[in-house]
């Protein structure tokens, strides 16, 4: 009994993390990826967004609402989110593995 409480014990972080990276992303991030990848990895010429700062991810998010950076679709993307969602796309992709 103590063994295979120990065995346990022993490989729950391993389950953990691996919980952890198969999260998917949140619904609103969902539309994310069918340019930026599967996990944020990048496509082509699209930015890779997988393990950014959450906060670079944040402001960019706002900056392409504003139309303060410039875009090709991008700008109009960003301004049909929320910024609840925005956060919580920005705090999912950096979580990603780089």
Do not use: K
Not at 5 to 19: D, R, W
Not at 29 to 44: E, F, N, T, W
Not at 67 to 96: K, L, S
């Amino acid at each position: 009994m103590l063994r295979s409480l120990g065995y346990a014990l022993f490989l729950a972080p391993a389950f953990v993390l691996q919980a952890a990276a198969q999260t998917p992303a949140p619904l609103a991030g969902q539309g994310c990826l069918g340019c930026h990848g599967s996990a944020g990895q990048g496509q082509g010429p699209v930015a890779a967004l997988a393990g950014r700062d959450r906060g670079e991810i944040i402001a960019a998010m706002r900056a392409f609402a504003a139309n303060e950076r410039p875009a090709t679709i991008m700008n109009r993307i960003a301004r049909g989110y929320t910024d609840a969602e925005i956060e919580a796309i920005a705090a999912w992709f950096a979580a990603q593995p780089r």
